[in-house]
């Protein structure tokens, strides 16, 4: 059992940056391949990025590719989306996601693939 804790988000003017943090409790951590998504407002869930438990492998969605970057702390247990360029088209609920894939080199950009979820965390972002 994995329980994803996100502290931050906030409001930023576009053109600026934000890092969101997202914190796992429980065992094996570094088994996970971890995500983030995000559901703005009136809008479907979507993928935003998602980190292999080595770090080796990431991937974007085309909208944000070039400005955010996914990252992780094994030893932290915490992953990262930093958050650069932002736009108004960025506002959205965050929220990161785990799926267990042990040492695999798996990525996964369907919600329905992650496991386990974190509550979220509004990111506003002013035009």
């Known amino acids: 059992q994995v329980q994803l804790v996100e502290p931050g988000g906030g409001l930023v003017q576009a053109g600026g940056s934000l890092r969101l943090s997202c914190t796992a409790s429980?065992?094996?951590?570094?088994?996970?391949?971890m995500g983030w998504f995000r559901q703005p407002p009136g809008k479907d869930r979507e993928f935003v990025a998602a980190i292999s438990w080595s770090s080796e492998s990431t991937y974007y969605a085309g909208s944000v590719k070039g400005r955010f970057t996914i990252s992780r702390d094994n030893d932290k247990n915490t992953v990262y989306l930093q958050m650069n360029s932002l736009k108004h088209d960025d506002t959205a609920v965050y929220y990161c996601?785990?799926?267990?894939?042990?040492?695999?080199?798996?990525?996964?950009?369907?919600?329905?693939?992650?496991?386990?979820w974190g509550q979220g965390t509004q990111v506003t972002v002013s035009s």
């Open positions: 996601a785990a799926k267990w894939t042990g040492t695999r080199e798996v990525l996964t950009t369907t919600s329905g693939g992650y496991n386990y």
């Open positions: 429980g065992r094996s951590f570094s088994n996970y391949t």
